[in-house]
């Protein structure tokens, strides 16, 4: 999941509702989370297009700091349909502030996409969408984990999900590119991603939280590109569409998209329609960068979409936020 594969809980405990959420058509709802699938699916080819002239760390950083740049004037005041701000508190009923979540947020924000984006470096757009959206299946064993029960349909989902990976990502010659296991482990990461938002958003204002983690992963990705990586005007220049594009697609408009549509879907509901980012980012790879999964790879990669789908199939709803 780019910061695309914002969590989907997110969404859900905006509130209040404003009366033109309740009365939006499900049918457009549904369009909006598609939209947002449809971006963040399209920018893993920026993601690998924008590193033609910046190192993965600067590309990273210059993204997710447009991304914050443009969602801050929602910091305090917005639209009537996306809802008022929660009241500022120092501390939550858990006794973690505000600034304290988003910073644990941006940690992990910060691991998990650029163990996917140092992962584009040695693998394919089409093999990064479809291993990346393995966070859909993780995430159940996760709340197993924290006491959750574990449906029997995820048993099934693992089995294909573990057959279409092999398919898509071992060789006939059993190797694996060394960019599929990078986005192996950033599925994972973004699947704590989930974990963690689904219970911190339920203290804090969603809105301000995502803001605040932006930043942090900006920052911390800033500090490794300026130690690690050259940084040229050149490289910059020549990266900037695809940083503007990712900034302000991926992390501006896709996320909210995804705070407007989910104040009246649930977050299970949303997973199905996220899950298709996997899809269109092999589309878009097919063409735009000329990428070819041939049928091995177009059976694994329809094994992990089965898979996503499956595992979110008749799934316990999730409790309503108090």
């Given at each position: 999941?780019?910061?695309?594969s914002?969590?989907?809980q997110?969404?859900?405990?905006?509130a209040?509702?404003?009366?033109?959420a309740?009365?939006?058509?499900?049918?457009l709802?549904?369009?909006?989370?598609?939209?947002?699938?449809?971006?963040?699916?399209?920018?893993?080819?920026?993601?690998?297009?924008?590193?033609d002239?910046v190192?993965?760390?600067?590309?990273?950083g210059?993204?997710?700091?447009?991304?914050?740049?443009?969602?801050?004037p929602?910091?305090?005041?917005?639209?009537?349909?996306?809802?008022?701000?929660?009241?500022?508190t120092?501390?939550?009923?858990g006794?973690?502030?505000?600034?304290?979540?988003?910073?644990?947020?941006?940690?992990?924000?910060?691991?998990?996409?650029?163990?996917?984006?140092?992962?584009?470096?040695?693998?394919t757009?089409?093999?990064?969408?479809?291993?990346?959206?393995?966070?859909?299946?993780i995430?159940?064993?996760?709340?197993?984990?924290m006491?959750q029960?574990?449906?029997?349909?995820?048993?099934?989902?693992?089995?294909?999900?573990?057959?279409?990976?092999?398919?898509?990502?071992?060789?006939?010659?059993f190797?694996?590119?060394?960019?599929?296991w990078?986005?192996?482990v950033?599925?994972?990461?973004?699947?704590?991603?989930?974990?963690?938002?689904?219970?911190?958003?339920?203290?804090?204002?969603?809105?301000?939280?995502?803001?605040?983690?932006?930043?942090?992963?900006?920052v911390l990705?800033?500090?490794?590109?300026?130690w690690?990586?050259p940084?040229?005007?050149d490289?910059?220049?020549?990266?900037?569409?695809?940083?503007?594009y990712?900034?302000?697609?991926?992390v501006g408009?896709?996320?909210?998209?995804?705070?407007?549509?989910?104040?009246?879907a649930?977050?299970s509901?949303?997973a199905?329609?996220?899950s298709?980012?996997?899809?269109f980012?092999?589309?878009?790879?097919?063409w735009?960068?000329?990428?070819?999964?041939?049928?091995?790879?177009?059976?694994?990669g329809?094994?992990?979409?089965?898979?996503?789908?499956l595992?979110?199939?008749?799934?316990?709803?999730?409790?309503?936020?108090?």
């Open positions: 999941m780019t910061i695309s914002q969590p989907a997110a969404g859900d405990i905006l209040p509702v404003s009366s033109a309740r009365s939006r058509p499900a049918w709802t549904d369009l909006l989370m598609l939209a947002a699938a449809m971006i963040w699916g399209s920018t893993f080819v920026a993601q690998q297009l924008g590193m002239g190192g993965p760390f600067m590309y990273t210059a993204r997710f700091l447009l991304g914050a740049l443009l969602v801050l929602l910091w305090s005041r917005r639209p009537a349909w996306l809802g008022q701000p929660r009241p500022a120092l501390h939550s009923a006794g973690v502030s505000l600034w304290l979540a988003g910073l644990g947020l941006g940690l992990v924000l910060f691991a998990g996409v650029n163990a996917q984006q140092v992962g584009l470096l040695g693998t757009v089409s093999n990064a969408g479809f291993i990346t959206g393995l966070y859909v299946v995430v159940p064993f996760m709340l197993l984990g006491g029960r574990m449906q029997t349909s995820l048993w099934a989902a693992v089995a294909l999900a573990a057959v279409g990976l092999y398919l898509l990502s071992v060789k006939s010659d190797a694996v590119a060394p960019g599929d990078l986005q192996l950033s599925a994972v990461i973004w699947a704590l991603h989930v974990v963690l938002v689904g219970v911190l958003a339920r203290r804090h204002d969603p809105l301000r939280l995502a803001i605040v983690q932006y930043l942090v992963c900006a990705s800033l500090a490794v590109a300026w690690q990586e940084i040229t005007l490289g910059l220049w020549r990266a900037s569409p695809a940083i503007i990712g900034g302000a697609l991926s408009v896709a996320y909210t998209l995804q705070v407007v549509a989910q104040k009246t649930k977050a509901h949303a199905i329609i996220y298709s980012e996997g899809l980012s092999a589309l878009c790879g097919a735009i960068l000329g990428e070819q999964l041939g049928g091995r790879g177009m059976l694994g329809a094994l992990m979409l089965a898979a996503m789908l595992a979110q199939w008749r799934r316990v709803p999730e409790p309503e936020p108090h």
